[in-house]
């Protein structure tokens, strides 16, 4: 991004070999590999002496093992200068801290195993297992090729291919490549006959090709082992060792009827075949999906980076910054990593089927952010032959792109459809990141263009004049606390209580979570937690300026709150709002700002836990299912506090959505959504609400302010009133809880006088 503040490289220093170069030295390198692999046995002559063995090249005229021998190198030197064309491309983005250090090596490992293994794949079962037969199948069949070879090199005394290696070899190749096979075709059959729909919106001919090719090896691979054994057993030499190959020798026994003479040109016929069927992977392994087998687990590697799971990426002081141009605009200003990205997409859709702006009418569809991204990258390479490369996949050839603009494919519309609630990224079996992509444009259309909908400006001005998104006075942040013994600090003395109680905006402004402030109060108070509160002084911590790609406005809001808080000494902090949360946790350290953040289901937790919070005689005798706040979840991986909460309420049963967890579904209020009009499809908190009501649930529980309010006004959308399913936040239910087991305590306690009497 052109926000980036690390050093460009210079010529100064020793010369390293760049990462396209690293490419093109592999492809040199196995190329003349083989091709020694074909000379060196000719030279020395070494035969397998063993009367159980496969001799390399059996039945294969001279003509074919030189053709053989010159074909496959000069593709995979061909390959690897086409792959060096695009990791070229990704060198065209900004610098990103990916750095292996012996602090993130160990995860690092374990996510290029988890990529490697396909464990993210697995996750969904029917689609992972069928990728893993193909993947795997591959792999091994691969391995056994490469073991026949070097067996094929070594001298006499060292050859190990022979007796009962041979036959478990045998047994081996022919389980991978009926594993391989078989997966192939599930996959022709789930993209071509079952069809799912974030499959079938997206089919191109690519797939077809891929599958063919595919398949042809497999087919050819298990006919050329048929005419082998057949073509050997009429020569009449005994190969009944070979009945190991489970699939070769029962399809040997089909055809033992023809000549040898005519079984021998069979074979040679089904082994070009087969030869030809490879060759035509090597040409589409580098300008097809293909690709991903090395982009995917490179991508998967990469994960770890230098910033926490919710943060967005840092930028400059503004107001001292000498940039010219904020955001992503052109391929240039996405960094490497994004733009590896758009090569590792296996374009399987996931990203789509969960995205609640897609699910919803809305025009965002996660994976063609990635795939357009990429689209606009491989038409603007001047490094490469013709000044493109493929792209990620094969776009429609009416498409056209006039210039390096992300623009040129993708839509502001898309752009400020996105709720930024991170389920693209959390399902994402490769790691693509997708969210940075779209905040990053978001922070071009706003900081450059000042592009964003009506709606946001007055929020924005809100921001600036008043401190908050509400347009509120500042002078009412502490109006909920007018009865309550609650402290309101003076932000120019040293902050004396062990908590900072950080209301935020909508709870200090926002009639229904008014309620929820008040009655996390009462809870505090309960367990006798030391706290104060900002009161007028707090201001927004501009969550929706930065969101919404307003970096000036969030740091205008953010700088004095840091200051403030710096000032006084404040350590630690308590928040009930998910965004406040995640903005004064990952991103206020950004500008200095360091604390200690907890969220409220997070302390309530540990009140519970430690016994400050007394729940024995808490009851509610209700049903009652818990909606995730996305910036709790998936921003910040918090999700059993608040289950665990409501769960230490008695009577309570607790029922889950069919989306929960790292599925679970955004109220479609995050990335400033809550500020902007939804008139396109159908509501996202509509969506929501029905499925909150269709578990049959009394009570929902949030954990969001932004949550409360989506959720509450989508379930009186449907015409359910509070007194058949009451939604509020945990605090109030947890309250409402102990408040019952109060009064029935009160109602027992003379009864209890008199039996002790």
Not at 188 to 202: A, G, H, L, T
Not at 324 to 352: H, I, N, P, Y
Not at 455 to 479: F, K, T, V
Request: proline share 5%; net charge neutral; with cysteine.
């Amino acid at each position: 991004m052109s926000t980036h503040t690390d050093a460009p490289a210079t010529d100064k220093g020793p010369k390293r070999l760049r990462p396209y170069q690293l490419s093109i030295a592999i492809g040199l390198g196995v190329g003349t590999f083989t091709l020694v692999s074909g000379i060196v046995p000719n030279l020395t002559g070494w035969h397998n002496e063993s009367p159980v063995h496969r001799e390399v090249f059996g039945g294969i005229p001279g003509a074919l093992k030189v053709a053989f021998y010159t074909v496959i190198p000069m593709m995979i030197v061909w390959g690897s200068f086409r792959f060096a064309d695009r990791v070229r491309n990704w060198e065209r983005g900004a610098p990103d801290r990916r750095r292996t250090t012996p602090k993130n090596v160990k995860k690092r490992l374990a996510d290029y195993r988890a990529g490697v293994y396909m464990q993210t794949l697995l996750r969904d079962s029917a689609a992972g297992l069928m990728h893993s037969m193909i993947y795997f199948g591959f792999l091994v069949l691969l391995g056994v090729t490469t073991v026949l070879e070097v067996d094929h090199q070594l001298p006499v005394a060292l050859k190990f291919l022979h007796g009962d290696v041979y036959r478990g070899y045998a047994f081996v190749g022919d389980a991978a490549g009926l594993v391989f096979t078989t997966g192939v075709v599930w996959a022709i059959v789930r993209r071509y006959v079952q069809r799912p729909y974030r499959i079938r919106i997206k089919t191109k001919r690519e797939h077809g090709i891929i599958l063919g090719v595919l398949l042809a090896i497999g087919l050819s691979g298990f006919g050329a082992e048929m005419f082998r054994i057949a073509s050997g057993i009429a020569a009449g030499e005994d190969l009944s060792y070979e009945k190991w190959s489970f699939i070769g020798w029962p399809l040997a026994q089909t055809v033992k009827g023809a000549s040898a003479g005519t079984l021998e040109n069979w074979h040679q016929v089904w082994w070009v075949g087969h030869v030809v069927a490879f060759i035509a992977f090597l040409a589409i392994l580098p300008v097809t999906m293909l690709r991903h087998i090395f982009t995917s687990p490179l991508n998967m590697y990469l994960r770890d980076r230098d910033r926490p799971k919710g943060a967005m990426r840092a930028m400059p002081n503004l107001t001292e910054t000498s940039l010219e141009s904020f955001g992503a605009a052109v391929v240039e200003d996405f960094t490497w990593k994004q733009l590896l990205d758009t090569d590792a997409c296996t374009m399987c859709g996931r990203c789509t089927s969960v995205c609640p702006a897609h699910a919803t009418g809305k025009p965002l569809d996660p994976r063609e952010i990635v795939l357009k991204t990429g689209e606009v990258m491989a038409a603007t390479a001047a490094h490469a032959p013709g000044g493109k490369v493929s792209p990620p996949l094969s776009a429609d050839p009416e498409i056209t792109i006039g210039a390096n603009s992300l623009f040129e494919r993708i839509t502001s519309e898309e752009v400020w459809s996105c709720t930024t609630c991170k389920a693209c990224d959390e399902i994402c079996p490769v790691n693509i990141e997708i969210l940075d992509k779209i905040l990053d444009m978001r922070r071009y259309l706003s900081l450059m263009e000042s592009n964003f909908p009506a709606e946001l400006g007055n929020a924005y001005r809100s921001m600036e004049n008043q401190g908050n998104p509400w347009g509120m006075n500042q002078g009412d942040r502490a109006e909920w606390a007018k009865d309550l013994d609650v402290d309101v600090v003076d932000p120019g003395s040293p902050f004396s209580h062990e908590y900072l109680y950080w209301v935020g905006c909508a709870g200090s402004f926002d009639d229904k979570n008014k309620k929820v402030t008040q009655a996390m109060s009462k809870l505090l108070s309960r367990a006798g937690v030391d706290v104060g509160i900002l009161g007028p002084s707090e201001m927004c911590t501009g969550d929706s300026a930065r969101r919404s790609g307003n970096e000036y406005l969030f740091q205008m809001l953010a700088m004095p709150n840091i200051e403030m808080m710096n000032g006084m000494g404040v350590k630690k902090i308590i928040t009930q709002c998910p965004h406040c949360f995640n903005t004064l946790k990952n991103e206020y350290p950004q500008l200095g700002g360091n604390y200690e953040v907890v969220h409220h289901s997070e302390f309530l937790e540990w009140l519970i836990d430690t016994g400050k919070l007394d729940m024995r005689n808490a009851t509610l005798e209700d049903r009652i299912t818990y909606h995730d706040s996305c910036y709790l979840g998936r921003h910040n991986d918090v999700y059993m506090a608040p289950r665990r909460v409501v769960g230490s309420i008695k009577g309570l049963q607790i029922v889950e959505m069919p989306r929960n967890g790292t599925k679970g579904m955004c109220c479609g209020a995050g990335g400033a959504r809550m500020w902007m009009e939804e008139s396109i499809g159908t509501k996202v908190n509509d969506e929501r609400a029905a499925e909150a009501i269709s578990t049959g649930a009394n009570r929902v529980a949030t954990a969001c302010p932004f949550c409360y309010i989506m959720l509450d006004d989508g379930v009186k959308g449907q015409g359910v009133e509070e007194d058949q399913v009451k939604v509020a936040d945990i605090a109030i239910h947890v309250l409402e809880a102990l408040e019952n087991g109060d009064r029935a305590a009160v109602a027992d306690a003379p009864l209890a006088g008199s039996i002790g009497d």
